[in-house]
C-alpha cells in the first residue's frame, strides 16, 4: 500500500512562509502526479497545486504568485512552497499522490494532512 505522509505545518503570522513537504512511499512507486489539497475552517477541500511526472504545474487562483509546487523524484516527494501566507490560507493541508495502475488508470492516494495556521 502506498503510504502518504505531510509534515512542515505550523503557526506563522501573516505575510510569513512555510514549506509543507508530502514523502510517499511504499515499494516500487509509478507516480502520476502529486499535488496538495487544502480544506479550511467550515469550507470544502479545495485543490491548491499540483505537479505532474513532466513537472508541469497547476495553481489554484488563490494561491498562484505566492506558492511554488516542487517534486524530488528521487525521494519521491512534493514540496510546497508557501510565501506571503494571508488568514484564508488557514487549512489543513493534503497531499494527494496519484499512481499509474497496470492498465493506464490511476489510484489516489491521500496523507493525513497538516495544519497550517495563520494568525497574528
Known amino acids: 500500500q502506498v503510504q502518504v505522509v505531510e509534515s512542515g505545518g505550523g503557526l506563522v503570522q501573516p505575510g510569513g512562509s512555510l514549506r509543507l513537504s508530502c514523502a510517499a512511499s511504499?515499494?516500487?512507486?509509478?507516480?502520476?502526479?502529486m499535488g496538495w489539497y487544502r480544506q479550511g475552517p467550515g469550507k470544502e477541500r479545495e485543490f491548491v497545486a499540483t505537479?505532474?511526472?513532466?513537472?508541469?504545474?497547476d495553481y489554484s487562483d488563490s494561491v498562484k504568485g505566492r506558492f511554488t509546487i516542487s517534486r524530488d523524484y528521487g525521494k519521491n516527494t512534493a514540496y510546497l512552497q508557501m510565501d506571503s501566507l494571508k488568514s484564508a490560507d488557514t487549512a489543513v493541508y493534503y497531499c494527494?499522490?496519484?499512481?499509474?495502475?497496470?492498465?493506464?488508470?490511476?489510484?489516489?492516494?491521500w496523507g493525513q494532512g497538516t495544519q497550517v495556521t495563520v494568525s497574528s
Open positions: 494527494r499522490v496519484d499512481t499509474w495502475t497496470v492498465n493506464g488508470g490511476r489510484n489516489e492516494h
Open positions: 505537479v505532474g511526472r513532466g513537472g508541469s504545474t
Open positions: 511504499g515499494g516500487v512507486l509509478s507516480i502520476a502526479a
